[in-house]
């Protein structure tokens, strides 16, 4: 596979200060009713048949992470950049994605951009995409079907985000003996399944011992849930840090350590993945200790990819955006520029 590494600053700029493009919410079930409410309302000059049509299958909206995604991809997809795009949050429930996938079919869309909840399930209606000619970028999270089925991918390196943060425990703690919780993401999810891998490789051989691992869905009341469990059976004693596939997650687990009367990213020590702008301000203010950043901006990206694709343009398999992380101290320096 061809890796071929981005730059995303120019790219952050602009999506940031972008407004929000026309786009329609199909709503949570995936409903096609929405034909005649895609049509544009104005704004653009573009004639009506040099418009492309988009069906966008969002996860749904589990974090902070996510809503910065959707406002990258609406802003991206808008009527000024020649688009009509039709939106679906499926409420991280796959079926219900592979349903709005499908009505986007039958509505005879011009592309279909799927951030896939899960990356197993995705072969038939992939193939029934391509019997039907319509082209499938995926962005952000990654699919187990063959290659073959969609035409590009952008995203992140999650194996690469959670060897980072094992690299991270593992200079931290050594050979100490550490009991660490993991607070895993939507179970079958590519970030859930390759951050936990990367981190594994990175933590081999220290004195970390995964004491329990379960997952909190990528949301702040299930990272919340499941550490309240944790501390119910181990105690605040018998946990010395908590790996967290998302800033959510771990937020929710501050608020847990918090009631219980402990004091997170001193009594127990928390890593994340994403930087957003609340997991940022619990690094500045002492509660998380390190987070692996995931760019959520992939919108001008799978714009551009779309446009490409449509006009016959070649385009790589795979375009990795390129991430880095912050200590408290880093975090401090640059949380008041971060565009999300
Ligand atoms: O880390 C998490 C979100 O797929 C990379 O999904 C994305 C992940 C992100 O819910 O916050």
Not at 75 to 96: H, Q, R, V
Request: net charge negative; with cysteine; hydrophobic share 40%.
């Amino acid at each position: 596979m061809n890796k071929r590494f981005l730059s995303t600053i120019a790219f952050a700029g602009a999506a940031a200060f972008a407004l929000a493009g026309c786009s329609t919410e199909t709503g949570s079930t995936g409903s096609s009713s929405s034909t005649a409410e895609a049509e544009s309302t104005g704004g653009s000059d573009a004639a009506a048949s040099d418009v492309i049509t988009v069906g966008f299958a969002q996860t749904g909206a589990e974090s902070g992470w996510r809503s910065a995604n959707t406002d990258s991809m609406k802003a991206a997809f808008s009527e000024d950049n020649g688009f009509e795009l039709i939106f679906n949050a499926a409420d991280n429930d796959p079926a219900a994605q592979i349903s709005a996938v499908r009505n986007f079919i039958n509505q005879g869309v011009d592309a279909i951009v799927i951030a896939p909840v899960v990356e197993d399930g995705w072969d038939d209606v992939l193939q029934e995409a391509a019997d039907a000619g319509i082209p499938v970028v995926l962005e952000d999270r990654t699919v187990s079907a063959s290659e073959d089925l969609y035409a590009s991918w952008v995203g992140l390196d999650f194996h690469a985000e959670g060897v980072k943060a094992g690299e991270w425990a593992a200079a931290e703690f050594g050979d100490t003996e550490t009991n660490m919780v993991v607070l895993e993401g939507t179970t079958g999810s590519a970030p859930a399944n390759e951050r936990a891998a990367g981190f594994d490789e990175a933590i081999a051989g220290t004195g970390i011992t995964t004491i329990d691992s379960q997952t909190g869905d990528f949301t702040r009341d299930g990272g919340k849930s499941v550490m309240e469990g944790y501390i119910a059976n181990y105690g605040l004693d018998g946990i010395d840090l908590v790996y967290a596939h998302n800033d959510d997650m771990g937020l929710g687990a501050i608020e847990a350590i918090e009631s219980a009367g402990g004091v997170p990213g001193e009594d127990i020590k928390i890593v994340t993945i994403d930087a957003v702008k609340d997991g940022m301000q619990a690094l500045v203010d002492g509660k998380i200790n390190y987070i692996v950043e995931c760019n959520p901006l992939l919108g001008e990206q799978a714009a551009q990819i779309v446009k490409d694709v449509l006009a016959g343009t070649a385009v790589e398999k795979a375009y990795y955006v390129e991430d880095q992380a912050f200590t408290q101290e880093q975090a401090a320096e640059v949380i008041d520029t971060r565009p999300y």
